[in-house]
């Protein structure tokens, strides 16, 4: 399967903490993607990196991409309960517009 | 708002009935995509269209039937369906071009329940 694997499935953390979710894959990507979704609504695009990339940031987001691993990880710092969520990587392995989707962390910050 | 929108927002349909899922795009996309999201499981890609035609089809039951009769519209008409296909069933629309793998903006979709 070219499924994108996440880990870990949960997480729960204090507000104010550091939440790090990470993603790998199988295949040779063009980009990946980072997602997020609030329950039971459409999914939100957060930010997209690269195979040449190794790092980029909005905000509070943090993103890094290791091709040689074929991993990614999203840290998410100085968490708020409306982070809560859950969040989806995403990959974009050549071809015309397909894009897959992994199968997401739930994440909960406790006020 | 992402600029996607999607009718109705829920629906819930017997085995018998036909019913279709309307979405709308105002962002001058050119590619659109049906997804399907059951509980505990991987968004999964149903359909593809780019300027209208459809590129993707994955391996969808008939029962599901899409229409894209121009790049800002897409359907799902839905006939004869089982209580398994009781998901949120997600649009979304990007902007293409070959190889580049775009962001894509989703729909608040469409909660379906099949009794």
């Known amino acids: 399967s070219q499924q994108g694997e996440e880990d870990p499935q949960a997480l729960s953390i204090q507000e104010g903490e550091n939440a790090t979710m990470n993603c790998s894959y199988k295949?040779?990507?063009?980009?990946l993607q980072w997602y997020r979704q609030n329950s039971g609504r459409g999914l939100v695009h957060l930010i997209l990196?690269?195979?040449?990339?190794r790092e980029k940031h909005s905000g509070r987001l943090r993103v890094t991409l290791d091709t040689s691993k074929k991993s990614s990880s999203l840290l998410i710092t100085a968490s708020r309960a409306a982070d809560t969520a859950s969040y989806f990587c995403a990959f974009h392995s050549g071809g015309y517009q397909k894009v897959t989707f992994g199968t997401g962390t739930k994440l909960q910050v406790i006020p | 708002e992402t600029g996607v929108t999607q009718t109705p927002r829920h629906l819930v349909m017997g085995m018998t009935n036909k019913k279709s899922l309307k979405c709308e795009q105002h962002l001058g996309h050119n590619a659109m995509y049906w997804y399907k999201q059951s509980a505990k499981k991987p968004l999964e890609l149903m359909f593809v269209?780019?300027?209208?035609?459809?590129?993707e089809n994955n391996s969808v039951p008939s029962r599901f039937s899409p229409e894209c009769p121009n790049s800002s519209h897409l359907f799902l008409h839905l006939h004869t369906l089982q209580p398994e296909d009781s998901a949120l069933y997600l649009c979304a629309s990007s902007r293409e071009t070959p190889g580049q793998g775009h962001e894509q903006y989703f729909g608040p979709g469409t909660r379906l329940t099949v009794t």
């Open positions: 295949t040779s990507i063009n980009n």
């Open positions: 990196i690269r195979s040449n990339e």
């Open positions: 269209y780019n300027f209208k035609e459809q590129t």
